[in-house]
């Protein structure tokens, strides 16, 4: 079982920049892709990005491109999600999740992440 747990969330302004951190419970974190997703009140949940367990891999949906950034500390067992630029449309509970069948990816479909965090809360105000 590998608990995950997501800090760094809050309120800024549009334009500003946030850190999200998510701390896995396992060492075996640094065999894990990890990845980072996003819901709304009255939508389905949305694939923000990924890293594949060496970080020699990264995806990104198209919204975000350019302007967060996902990265990975194996020796602390934590994967960053660096947002910039925010605008009010990335305000959302962000979740990340680990995908312990295909390190090798950076996969996009929630179906792949076999453990998930409880989420953090981004608002970002106009």
């Known amino acids: 079982q590998v608990q995950l747990v997501e800090s760094g969330g809050g309120l800024v302004q549009a334009g500003g920049s946030l850190r999200l951190s998510c701390a896995a419970s396992?060492?075996?974190?640094?065999?894990?892709?990890m990845g980072w997703f996003r819901r709304t009140p009255g939508k389905e949940r949305e694939f923000v990005g990924a890293?594949?367990?060496?970080?020699?891999?990264?995806s990104y949906t198209d919204s975000v491109k350019g302007r967060f950034t996902i990265s990975k500390d194996t020796a602390k067992s934590t994967v960053y999600l660096q947002m910039n630029s925010l605008k009010p449309e990335d305000t959302a509970l962000y979740y990340c999740?680990?995908?312990?069948?295909?390190?090798?990816?950076?996969?996009?479909?929630?179906?792949?992440?076999?453990?998930w965090g409880q989420g953090t809360q981004v608002t970002v105000s106009s």
């Open positions: 396992a060492r075996t974190f640094i065999n894990y892709a």
């Open positions: 999740a680990a995908d312990v069948d295909n390190p090798w990816k950076a996969p996009a479909a929630s179906y792949e992440y076999d453990y």
């Open positions: 890293i594949s367990w060496r970080g020699d891999r990264t």
